[in-house]
């Protein structure tokens, strides 16, 4: 980053605090660009950028002949549901058929599909992915058609160790193990880890995908109790490890699916000490760590393994090229197990995506595509939780993620939101209701909602129909 951005961000740093800790409200005139230029003494040019900066992340606006004023409020934001209390162990409800309904229309382009938790192809640089494309065609051996080694593209997993080094994890190209996606990685690790009938805890609600996915192993899961701000409560954890009930654990340690909860490093650190302390290994999805709001990507739990009990799973599925289907893992101790699992499954990778992702990563083409897609999911965020405040029942909360695409409503317990999707969905409203992130009798009155996409008039007005309907329930 050269010195000329970083004046403009510091700049736009300075005044979005004052916003943020209410110093300055919503609107309160901004100083004039002139004035900027004078108290920093930086260009108008740079200036400019400042302002900008703030408007695209939907905290200030410009009024014809008159300037800038604060446009966000955290007075409007909805208040914060309370950290879940699930029962036990889970018994099983049938939530095949609802993820099925849910996504059985997945593939439609009309409609707003508010029940992804992906970016829309408008926020990737798919232009750029193309290019890499053909040029991995060409350098290539065979052109990508022959089988790779069984732990992956080299290339990938080196930039992969490098990335992981940035935050603190002592690792290298021969630690990773390549995958088709997180969801494959977690999958490996979970075949590699546990029989059938095994218990593996979770957090509630926790990503359905990973719920589906222990139910195929004929795994019982766990659900524990979870904060929408800092993740599973450890209390609970460690009385269920105590127990010796617990095969292993999974956790979604930055931005959980779909709280959008993000673990203190404190917790990450008590979480290892605990995998350590009762001698069960932790299988860490990592998949949305890079897609932060703050000035730095959150650790990882991997980052405070020392003795191998974290395996660490993380894709760019999420963040850069969904259907390339390119994850990885970093097992620890349990490599050869997990490496297994992958030769009995796949044999190899595919080895042209993940050449493509390589080179995405080594040019830094990665991290310029992230600063962009940050800006645009905070702004997005900030869009939605307004829309929420103002458009949806009265006493409806929402999680406040840091990072990720994922935002959690809760609305009044009056309201199902099972019920409520076969009245959005005839509109072409697609969201994704509590229900189908969890095993067991509960968030009934919950949805998700994907705030990955292109904010404009008409998306305003789609969430303003959703509220109204919900509305309806009442």
Same mark, same amino acid.
């Given at each position: 980053?050269?010195?000329?951005?970083f004046?403009?961000?510091?700049?736009?740093?300075?005044?979005?605090?004052?916003?943020?800790?209410?110093?300055?409200?919503?609107?309160?005139?901004?100083?004039?660009?002139?004035?900027?230029?004078?108290?920093?003494?930086?260009?108008?040019?740079?200036?400019?950028?400042a302002? /900008?900066?703030?408007?695209?992340?939907?905290?200030?606006?410009?009024?014809?002949?008159?300037?800038?004023?604060?446009?966000?409020?955290?007075?409007?934001?909805?208040?914060?549901?309370? *950290?879940?209390?699930?029962?036990g162990?889970?018994?099983?409800?049938?939530?095949?058929?609802?993820?099925?309904?849910?996504?059985?229309?997945?593939?439609?382009?009309a @409609?707003?599909?508010?029940?992804?938790?992906?970016p829309?192809?408008? #926020?990737?640089?798919?232009?750029?992915? +193309?290019?890499?494309?053909?040029?991995?065609?060409?350098? #290539?051996?065979?052109?990508?058609?022959?089988? &790779?080694? *069984?732990?992956?593209?080299?290339?990938?997993?080196?930039?992969?160790?490098?990335?992981a080094?940035?935050?603190?994890?002592?690792?290298?190209?021969?630690?990773?193990?390549?995958?088709?996606?997180?969801?494959?990685a977690?999958?490996?690790?979970?075949?590699?880890?546990?029989?059938k009938?095994?218990?593996? *805890?979770?957090?509630?609600p926790?990503?359905?995908?990973?719920?589906?996915?222990?139910?195929?192993?004929?795994?019982?899961?766990?659900? #524990?109790p979870?904060?929408?701000?800092?993740?599973?409560?450890?209390?609970? !954890?460690? &009385? *269920?490890?105590?127990?010796?009930?617990?095969?292993? /654990?999974?956790?979604?340690?930055?931005?959980?699916?779909?709280?959008?909860?993000?673990?203190?490093?404190?917790?990450?650190?008590?979480?290892?000490?605990?995998?350590?302390?009762?001698?069960?290994? !932790?299988?860490?999805?990592?998949?949305?760590?890079?897609v932060?709001?703050?000035?730095h990507?959150?650790?990882?739990?991997k980052?405070?393994?020392?003795?191998?009990?974290?395996?660490?799973? @993380?894709?760019?599925?999420?963040?850069?090229?969904?259907?390339?289907?390119v994850?990885?893992?970093?097992?620890?101790?349990?490599?050869?197990?997990?490496?297994?699992?992958?030769?009995?499954?796949?044999?190899?990778?595919?080895?042209?995506?993940?050449?493509?992702?390589?080179? /995405?990563?080594?040019?830094g083409?990665?991290?310029n595509?992230?600063?962009?897609?940050?800006?645009?999911?905070?702004?997005?965020?900030?869009?939605?939780?307004?829309?929420?405040?103002?458009y /949806?029942?009265?006493?409806?909360?929402?999680?406040?993620?840091?990072?990720?695409?994922?935002?959690?409503?809760?609305?009044?317990?009056?309201i +199902?939101t099972?019920?409520?999707?076969?009245?959005?969905?005839?509109?072409?409203?697609?969201?994704?209701?509590?229900?189908?992130?969890?095993l067991?009798?509960?968030?009934?009155?919950?949805?998700?909602?994907?705030?990955?996409?292109?904010?404009?008039?008409?998306?305003?007005?789609?969430?303003?129909?959703?509220?109204?309907?919900?509305?309806?329930?009442?």
């Amino acid at each position: 980053m050269d010195k000329k951005t970083f004046t403009y961000l510091k700049i736009a740093g300075v005044i979005e605090q004052q916003i943020m800790s209410s110093l300055l409200q919503t609107g309160d005139k901004l100083p004039s660009l002139r004035t900027v230029c004078r108290e920093y003494g930086v260009s108008q040019n740079t200036a400019l950028n400042a302002y /900008f900066h703030l408007e695209r992340k939907m905290l200030i606006e410009t009024r014809p002949k008159s300037g800038y004023y604060v446009k966000y409020s955290r007075a409007r934001m909805p208040s914060i549901p309370a *950290a879940t209390s699930p029962s036990g162990i889970a018994s099983y409800g049938d939530i095949e058929r609802l993820v099925s309904r849910v996504y059985q229309n997945l593939g439609e382009e009309a @409609g707003l599909q508010l029940s992804l938790g992906t970016p829309a192809n408008e #926020l990737l640089p798919i232009t750029k992915l +193309n290019k890499g494309l053909l040029l991995a065609t060409r350098e #290539l051996k065979g052109s990508g058609v022959a089988y &790779d080694k *069984a732990e992956g593209n080299e290339r990938l997993r080196r930039q992969i160790a490098r990335r992981a080094f940035a935050m603190g994890c002592d690792l290298n190209s021969d630690d990773i193990i390549t995958t088709s996606g997180c969801l494959n990685a977690i999958a490996y690790c979970l075949m590699a880890l546990t029989e059938k009938g095994d218990t593996v *805890a979770m957090e509630s609600p926790v990503s359905f995908g990973m719920l589906q996915l222990a139910q195929s192993l004929g795994l019982k899961i766990l659900e #524990l109790p979870t904060h929408p701000q800092t993740g599973i409560d450890l209390n609970a !954890l460690e &009385d *269920a490890l105590k127990k010796k009930e617990v095969k292993t /654990f999974l956790l979604i340690s930055n931005f959980g699916n779909p709280l959008g909860s993000c673990m203190s490093d404190e917790a990450k650190k008590t979480v290892v000490q605990l995998a350590e302390k009762y001698n069960v290994p !932790l299988i860490e999805n990592d998949l949305n760590g890079d897609v932060y709001f703050d000035q730095h990507r959150p650790r990882s739990c991997k980052t405070y393994d020392t003795n191998g009990m974290v395996l660490w799973c @993380g894709s760019i599925s999420k963040t850069l090229a969904p259907g390339y289907r390119v994850g990885w893992v970093a097992p620890g101790r349990f490599k050869e197990k997990v490496l297994r699992m992958k030769l009995y499954h796949a044999i190899s990778s595919t080895s042209i995506t993940q050449e493509v992702i390589a080179g /995405f990563l080594e040019t830094g083409r990665y991290e310029n595509h992230l600063r962009k897609l940050r800006q645009t999911l905070h702004g997005n965020l900030l869009n939605y939780s307004r829309v929420v405040a103002d458009y /949806f029942p009265e006493g409806t909360m929402a999680s406040r993620p840091q990072g990720g695409f994922v935002l959690w409503i809760e609305l009044p317990e009056k309201i +199902n939101t099972m019920e409520l999707y076969e009245k959005t969905i005839v509109r072409k409203i697609s969201f994704a209701p509590g229900r189908i992130f969890t095993l067991q009798n509960q968030y009934h009155h919950c949805m998700r909602l994907n705030y990955g996409l292109v904010w404009d008039d008409k998306l305003d007005a789609r969430l303003k129909m959703l509220g109204d309907l919900a509305k309806k329930e009442l």
